[in-house]
């Protein structure tokens, strides 16, 4: 080879946050690049909610062919990208970015997907048809979780929020399939519901503990908590003890990483035991 030929270009990747240090998606990628052989790099990447779209608009010239989005920074990435999916303009936010060979920049959220991509895999006998879902929380998450559950056929959502106002905004956008609960009501929309859904951020280290009464889970019911650090919330331990079906959140986190990486890095990875304790590590 000649001194002057071109040395092949290695597709950077990231999640851009602020703050970022705590995200567990460098060392989910990193595990994949070197399993899969893969060149590559993903790196974390702070940037101030001012420099957002200076900093998406530069990346391409540096090397990156996409990016993650984690908060707080999915809203205004909505309004950044060139071309977004329908399923990121339903949920309202973008949290995968695809710098496209023609300059275009292209906005997904997977996280949707990566929510019942974790359910099927760990409940693969999950019916969404068993009976209705009761979620607690109307943020983002909530926004993902709700539209991934009425497109897998889920008859009937509860919702609450502590604020009920956010509760509402939801039925407006997702329609008469979503049913307004009060919070002071939430342990009672426990009773029938066959999946329960926490999307909020109690029960995570450092928040407050999710005091909702827990006396109607019961053998049956499947229990999500997209709260993953602990990885066993009071939630999840309460749901177990009393015989119901616990789901962690780390598995969201896993699934919706795999579509921005096989675009990003040509192979589709895998979610596995050997994935979750690198990320765990």
């Known amino acids: 080879m000649s001194s002057d030929s071109p040395l ?26 070197r399993k899969y052989g893969l060149p590559g790099h993903y790196v974390p990447l702070d940037v101030a909610p001012g420099r957002l779209e200076d900093v998406i608009r530069l990346m391409p010239e540096m090397g990156f062919v996409g990016a993650n989005v984690t908060i707080p920074h999915k809203e205004r990435a909505l309004e950044i990208v060139d071309l977004v999916t329908d399923r990121a303009t339903l949920i309202g936010a ?50 993902a979780v709700l539209a991934s559950l009425l497109e897998a056929g889920v008859p009937e959502i509860l919702l609450t929020n502590r604020t009920r106002l956010r509760a509402d905004a939801l039925r407006e956008d997702f329609g008469h399939r979503v049913r307004v609960v009060d919070w002071v009501q939430a342990g009672n929309m426990l009773d029938d519901a066959a999946l ?25 019911t499947v229990v999500c908590d997209l709260v993953y650090a602990p990885l066993e919330t009071r939630l999840l331990r309460v749901a177990a003890e009393q015989g119901a079906t616990p789901v962690d959140g780390l598995g969201m986190l896993l699934h919706q990483a795999v579509p921005g990486f096989e675009r990003w890095f040509g192979m589709r990875p895998e979610v596995d035991e050997t994935v979750r304790a690198a990320v765990l590590r």
């Open 8 to 33: 092949p270009r290695i597709p950077l990747a990231g999640v851009i946050g602020h703050p970022i240090a705590h995200s567990r998606s460098p060392r989910l990628h990193g595990h994949w690049l």
């Open 94 to 143: 973008v949290n995968t970015l695809i710098f496209r060979k023609d300059g275009k920049i292209h906005g997904d959220n997977t996280d949707s997907y990566g929510f019942l991509a974790n359910l099927r895999q760990q409940v693969p006998d999950w019916q969404p048809d068993a009976g209705p879902a009761a979620i607690l929380g109307a943020g983002g998450a909530a926004r």
């Open 196 to 220: 329960v859904v926490n999307t909020t951020s109690l029960g995570m280290v450092g928040k407050a503990e999710l005091r909702v009464p827990l006396d109607g889970l019961r053998c049956g």
